[in-house]
């Protein structure tokens, strides 16, 4: 039966969807319809996403923001576990007797390995871009070494002329 006024009519129609919502035949049957329809339909739902986007810009803006606050911890974490994986993927395209560890000092906790340029002039930053570029071929090893942080940092010293140390590694790993 047709309600007179919209708000009426649209209470109707959520008690309606509330209840075949239970139903997960239901919900699956309409899912699949929904996706087929989507598939058929690529462009016109891509547009439909893009205006959607534009038109409501700022909100998600504003959720996305909300939703990283939320989940600070989960997403960082998230983040810091990927870039440890492409860093250690990396290295591993950079060892050639197959063993992680500092080229110089010989440290082997992988925590502080880090992926170096042989040559300091290049202005090039080590990325997550490089990393996936050494770990696809894309990039030749040549180019680089492995270096723990404090071998990298003393490399960095030596290219402007500050080379009086030593670093040894005492062979121990943290606990
Ligand atoms: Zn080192």
């Known amino acids: 039966m047709p309600y007179k006024n919209p708000e009426e009519q649209r209470a109707s129609s959520k008690r309606w969807y509330d209840k075949k919502k ?3 035949e239901w919900v699956k049957k309409r899912n699949l319809k929904n996706r087929e329809w989507e598939e058929k339909n690529k462009d016109y ?3 439909r996403a893009k205006k959607y986007r534009e038109l409501h810009r700022e909100k998600l803006i504003e959720q ?3 939703y990283y606050l ?3 911890k989960k997403i960082n974490d998230y983040r810091n576990n990927l870039h440890k994986k492409i860093r250690i993927e990396a290295l591993e395209k950079l060892a050639y007797d197959k063993q992680l560890k500092c080229v110089r000092c010989g440290c082997v906790s992988i925590n502080v390995l880090q992926v170096n340029h042989k040559t300091i002039k ?3 930053i080590v990325d997550e871009r490089l990393l996936r570029g050494i770990i696809n071929g894309e990039r030749d090893v040549e180019d ?3 270096l723990c942080g404090v071998c990298n940092w003393l490399h ?3 290219n402007i002329g500050n080379d009086r140390w030593i670093i040894k590694w005492s062979g121990e790993l943290e606990a």
């Open 22 to 24: 239970q139903n997960k």
């Open 122 to 124: 290049t202005k090039e």
């Open 144 to 146: 680089f070494e492995i």
């Open 70 to 72: 939320k989940n600070k």
């Open 64 to 66: 996305s923001h909300q």
């Open 45 to 47: 739902v891509k547009e």
């Open 156 to 158: 960095f010293f030596e």
